[in-house]
């Protein structure tokens, strides 16, 4: 009996060792929680998603990306060719590797429209974004391409997102917020 207690406990040893190597969630990370079952935990440092997320808060990171909509909290990295802003601006790099954290406003195919106090998406108003006495930042039109998503800081004074980076493709949208802890 003892044996097979032992070759039961190595048999799961190695399908562990397998699943973390597979990495079926695709987790954007070496953390054996989030390759063997597709959780993080993540500590958010500054205040680009205030209130929603206060800095220091600890948010739950779920992988593989799924359900990927308006108004939804995502995880991301900035891709490594983008180094200018919208208006061609040098914009100072990431990291390649740095996960991003901000709420999805506009998917591939929407108009998002920045203005001095509102933003729209294809012509409705949206809320969930802090717009503070200056303003939501830079004023614009932005048609998202196909295959992108146009991403925002709640707090959008404190914010470095798409009207700066431009757009985020899909395949660099990584996971979503399950919680905040």
Known sequence: MKRLGL?????????????????????????????????????????AMEPTIPAGSLVVGCFPARGVKVGRIVLY??????????DG?????????LLQIKRVAALGGSVIEIGEAEIQLDGRRLEQFVIG????????RFAVPAGSVFVLGDHLANSRDSRFVGFIPLDHVVGTVCAVL
């Open 133 to 140: 006495p200056d303003g939501a930042g830079p004023p614009g």
């Open 7 to 47: 070759a039961a406990l190595v048999g799961l040893l190695g399908m562990a060792v397998l699943v973390y190597l597979l990495n079926p969630f695709n987790a954007p990370t070496l953390s054996p929680l989030a390759r063997l079952a597709g959780v993080q935990l993540f500590r958010v440092p500054g205040g």
């Open 77 to 86: 990295t900035e891709p490594s060719t983008q180094g200018r802003r919208i």
């Open 89 to 97: 601006s040098v914009l100072p790099g990431l990291p390649s590797n």
